[in-house]
C-alpha cells in the first residue's frame, strides 16, 4: 500500500462548485424536494448510453482559442465542435519540441474552465496532457434564483455529453503524431471520478484509468453532501434519490462500469481524510472494481482546486508511474 503524507495547511473549508451549489439548492429543503420531485417526472432520464455514439459524432473543426509558449512548454487551448453539435473545450500541455510520440494523460477536470487545469502546475514533463471541461451550458458561477433553476437542467446536460466529449476529444488526439496511442490514460478526479468509468470502458484506445478521489453509490453521496443543510434523514434521503435520478447516476454509476474496463488496469487513489465522500460510498467503490486492482490510500483531504499541495502529490504520483510503469501493450487478435 502506498501512503503520502500531507500538510495540514491545505485543509481548506472551501469546496468545488458543484459542491456548493448543490447546498445552495439545498438551503429551502421542502421547496427544492418538491421542485425535485416535478422535475424528476419530467426531467429523469432512461439510459443514455446506446445513444453516445450518436452525440459523439464526427469531428468536424477544431479552434485554436490560446496559444502560450513557456520556456520549453506548449500549452494550447482548443474548441472541438463534432456533427452532433457537441462542443468540448480543451487544454493541451506539451513539450515545445516532440521528438517521438509521447505518454497521453487526460484528466476530465471541471465545470466550464476545467480545461485550464493544465496551467496549475508545472509538475507535468515529459508528457502530453490534455485537460476536459464539462460540457456545461450556461454560467456555473452565476448567482440567483434563476441561475439556481437553470443549474440541474445544465448539470443533467454536463453529465450525460461527459462521455461523449471525452470520446470526441480522443477523436482528435488520436490524429495528432505527438500522442503515443499504446501509452494513454484517463484520469478522473473528484466528480471526473463519477464521470470516466463510462467512456473508459467504451473506448478502448484508454490504456489505464485513474479514479481519484471517487467513490461509488452516488446516491450516498448526494446524501453526505446535504447533510449539513437537511437534518430530516428521510427528506435528505428523498433529495439524494431526486438529484441520483435527475443526473441519470443509476445508468451512469461507476459500480456499473468499471467491470467492463477489465483487462486494463484500473488505479483507484482515495483521501483518508476525505469530509466530501461518505465512507461507505468510498467502499462502493472498491468492492465493484475488478480483482487485482491497485488502491492507493492517501493522507489528507479531498482534492480540490485550492489545495495546491494535494494536487502537486497528485501529479507527482501519477506523472511517475506514467513514465516509469506504462501500461501493458495492447495484443492484436
Known amino acids: 500500500?502506498?501512503?503520502?503524507?500531507?500538510?495540514?495547511?491545505?485543509?481548506?473549508?472551501?469546496?468545488?462548485?458543484?459542491?456548493?451549489?448543490?447546498?445552495?439548492?439545498?438551503?429551502?429543503?421542502?421547496?427544492?424536494?418538491?421542485?425535485?420531485?416535478?422535475?424528476?417526472?419530467?426531467?429523469?432520464?432512461?439510459?443514455?448510453?446506446?445513444?453516445?455514439?450518436?452525440?459523439?459524432?464526427?469531428?468536424?473543426?477544431?479552434?485554436?482559442?490560446?496559444?502560450?509558449?513557456?520556456?520549453?512548454?506548449l500549452i494550447t487551448e482548443l474548441r472541438l465542435v463534432s456533427s452532433s453539435g457537441l462542443t468540448?473545450?480543451?487544454?493541451?500541455?506539451?513539450?515545445?519540441?516532440?521528438?517521438?510520440?509521447?505518454?497521453?494523460?487526460?484528466?476530465?477536470?471541471?465545470?466550464r474552465t476545467g480545461h485550464r487545469a493544465i496551467y496549475v502546475t508545472e509538475t507535468w514533463q515529459q508528457l502530453v496532457v490534455v485537460a476536459l471541461s464539462y460540457p456545461f451550458p450556461g454560467d456555473p458561477r452565476a448567482k440567483g434564483l434563476s441561475a439556481y433553476?437553470?443549474?440541474?437542467?445544465?448539470?443533467?446536460?454536463?453529465?450525460?455529453?461527459?462521455?461523449?466529449?471525452?470520446m470526441l476529444a480522443m477523436d482528435y488526439l488520436a490524429r495528432q503524431s505527438y500522442v503515443d496511442m499504446k501509452r494513454v490514460e484517463l484520469v478522473g478526479g473528484s466528480l471526473g471520478a463519477f464521470l470516466v468509468s463510462v467512456p473508459a470502458a467504451l473506448d478502448q484506445r484508454f490504456r489505464r484509468v485513474w479514479l481519484v478521489h471517487g467513490a461509488g453509490d452516488p446516491r450516498a453521496v448526494f446524501d453526505h453532501l446535504l447533510g449539513r443543510y437537511i437534518g430530516f434523514g428521510p427528506l435528505r434521503g428523498l433529495a439524494a434519490r431526486g438529484l441520483a435520478s435527475i443526473l441519470?447516476?443509476?445508468?451512469?454509476?461507476?459500480?456499473?462500469?468499471?467491470?467492463?474496463?477489465?483487462?486494463?488496469?484500473?488505479?483507484?487513489?482515495?483521501?483518508?481524510?476525505?469530509?466530501?465522500?461518505?465512507?461507505?460510498a468510498v467502499a462502493a467503490l472498491h468492492q465493484a472494481v475488478p480483482k487485482g486492482t491497485e488502491i492507493i490510500w492517501m493522507e489528507g483531504p479531498?482534492?480540490?482546486?485550492?489545495?495546491?499541495?494535494?494536487?502537486?502529490?497528485?501529479i507527482v504520483l501519477i506523472v511517475e508511474r506514467v513514465l516509469n510503469d506504462p501500461p501493458p501493450v495492447p495484443t492484436n487478435k
Open 1 to 73: 500500500m502506498m501512503v503520502f503524507k500531507h500538510k495540514a495547511s491545505d485543509r481548506s473549508p472551501a469546496g468545488h462548485r458543484w459542491l456548493r451549489v448543490i447546498g445552495a439548492l439545498a438551503l429551502t429543503p421542502v421547496i427544492v424536494v418538491s421542485g425535485l420531485l416535478v422535475y424528476l417526472f419530467a426531467r429523469a432520464m432512461p439510459d443514455p448510453v446506446p445513444g453516445y455514439a450518436a452525440r459523439k459524432g464526427t469531428l468536424v473543426s477544431v479552434e485554436e482559442l490560446k496559444r502560450t509558449l513557456t520556456g520549453e512548454t
Open 88 to 111: 468540448v473545450e480543451i487544454g493541451v500541455r506539451m513539450p515545445r519540441e516532440v521528438k517521438t510520440p509521447l505518454p497521453l494523460v487526460m484528466l476530465a477536470a471541471g465545470l
Open 149 to 166: 433553476a437553470a443549474w440541474l437542467p445544465n448539470a443533467q446536460t454536463a453529465v450525460l455529453d461527459t462521455a461523449p466529449a471525452v
Open 248 to 280: 441519470a447516476t443509476d445508468h451512469l454509476r461507476p459500480e456499473k462500469w468499471v467491470g467492463r474496463i477489465a483487462p486494463r488496469p484500473i488505479i483507484v487513489v482515495n483521501a483518508r481524510d476525505d469530509e466530501s465522500i461518505a465512507p461507505a
Open 302 to 314: 479531498h482534492v480540490r482546486t485550492g489545495r495546491i499541495t494535494v494536487l502537486e502529490e497528485l
